[in-house]
């Protein structure tokens, strides 16, 4: 079975750091991305970061110049590194693989999730 596992959330205070990584079973074909959704109670799923194999990527304007999406595609591995988090971070953050074909992005597989607290 297709398999995402997700690590290194936690409890951290405003402006520290964060890097999470998940790495993806290899029985997965035909999909050529990966990327992070988080998802904060109350609010809707928003897509944070992804990266083709190509290497092209593509952050949200929210996180943009705090958070690097980085990794291994093909290799079903990928990270996020969070730099100068804020208390609106505060989320369950998601890792997925997917299918990027220009500015169009599908997720298709989901990790169980890891949470990220960020204290004021």
């Known amino acids: 079975q297709v398999q995402l596992v997700e690590s290194g959330g936690g409890l951290v205070q405003a402006g520290g750091s964060l890097r999470l990584s998940c790495a993806a079973s290899?029985?997965?074909?035909?999909?050529?991305?990966m990327g992070w959704y988080r998802q904060a109670p109350g609010k809707q799923r928003e897509l944070v970061a992804i990266?083709?194999?190509?290497?092209?990527?593509n952050i949200a304007d929210s996180v943009k110049g705090r958070f690097t999406i980085s990794g291994d595609i093909a290799e079903k591995m990928v990270s996020l590194q969070m730099n100068s988090l804020k208390p609106e971070d505060t989320a369950v953050y998601y890792c997925n693989v997917g299918v990027m074909r220009g500015t169009y992005y599908s997720a298709n597989y989901w990790g169980q999730g890891t949470q990220v607290t960020v204290s004021s």
């Open positions: 990266m083709s194999n190509s290497g092209r990527t």
């Open positions: 290899r029985n997965i074909f035909g999909l050529n991305a």
